[in-house]
């Protein structure tokens, strides 16, 4: 019951709101109740500690910070299994892609479970290999844990954040470790990040550079591989000669010439 002291201060329409608005989107929205089982689960698999407040929260994924068991923080990103939009977008990076020829759609949920494994898988890989991407600790059906990337609880900056604070000098830096980690995860790990842009990209002092949403990332074999490539590549220059106003951008042609070659170049041993 409400204390009447309270009425003035907090209005009944304002209580609705709160409930309405806040509660059941940030929290009901994603910690359905086979979400909070697994989380549960994680937490008696000694995975997590504690969960702290939310870092983000997109239409698809909401990204939590919370701590382990030695104290050190993690990111968990948690899939909203609600989001049924989400489910038509997904299935043309998982069909195709010869890691998943078994799959099988069946409801939302498992075209869920199947994208999370899907980034915990092409995070490892990445990470394995040494693209500068965070660190794979688990995954539990829609739930995935990794290394938070951040300093004192903070987050790092996504790139389109801080690049108006960044000189033309860490600008062009920040250019060319992008497209260091792009040649590296296709040369070596041999996937396409699919969604390569200024919000998948933190930045960190130095300044240095982090990949993150690796979910939609295909393997080469997949049929749209070099279009998502070529659509990376266009996002990623298109932002540093428009948004950035850096003069000295790649040409397409000859960056995808680069990495033919050492494709080409792997392939014959
Ligand atoms: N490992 C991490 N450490 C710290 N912050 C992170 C980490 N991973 C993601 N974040 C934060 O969470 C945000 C969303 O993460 P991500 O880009 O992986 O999800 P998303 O699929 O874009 O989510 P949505 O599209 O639903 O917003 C990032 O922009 C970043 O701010
Ligand atoms: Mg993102």
Redo the contacts with the bound molecule.
């Keep these: 019951m409400i204390d009447e002291d309270f009425e003035p201060i907090i209005k009944r329409r304002d209580l609705k709101r709160y409930k309405d608005k806040d509660l059941f989107e940030t929290v009901e929205e994603v910690f359905d109740t086979k979400t909070v089982m697994t989380i549960l689960y994680l937490m008696r698999k000694r995975i997590i500690r504690r969960m702290n407040g939310v ?2 929260a ?4 909401r ?1 939590y910070l919370g701590f382990g068991w030695k104290n050190e923080p993690l ?1 968990i ?1 948690i899939y909203l299994t609600s989001s049924a939009v989400f489910k038509k977008g997904m299935l043309k990076y998982i069909i195709g892609d010869p890691r998943f020829e078994d799959f099988k759609p069946g409801d939302t949920r498992d075209i869920i479970y199947a994208w999370t494994r899907k980034e915990f898988r092409n995070l490892k890989r990445m990470y394995n290999i040494g693209v500068k991407v ?1 660190r794979p600790i688990t995954f539990k059906n829609n739930v995935l844990v ?5 300093e004192n609880n903070r ?1 790092f900056p ?1 790139l389109v954040e801080v690049y108006s604070h960044l000189s033309i000098d860490e600008l062009k830096k920040v250019y060319e470790y992008i497209l260091e980690e792009l040649f590296k995860i296709v040369c070596k790990a041999n996937l396409v990040h699919g969604d390569l842009s200024e ?2 990209v ?1 930045v960190k002092p130095g300044p240095d550079i982090i990949i ?2 690796v ?1 939609q990332a295909v393997h080469i074999d997949h049929p749209n591989s070099l279009e998502f490539l070529i659509r990376d590549i266009k996002n990623i220059n298109r932002f540093f000669r428009e948004e950035a106003g850096l003069n000295d951008i790649e040409n397409v042609d000859e960056i995808i010439g680069v990495i033919k070659k050492c494709l080409r170049s792997k392939r014959e041993g």
Aim: charged share 25%; glycine share 8%; no cysteine.
């Design positions: 870092i983000s997109g239409k698809e994924a990204v990111a990103k965070p990794m290394e938070f990337m951040g987050r996504l919000y998948n933190m993150i949403d979910s």
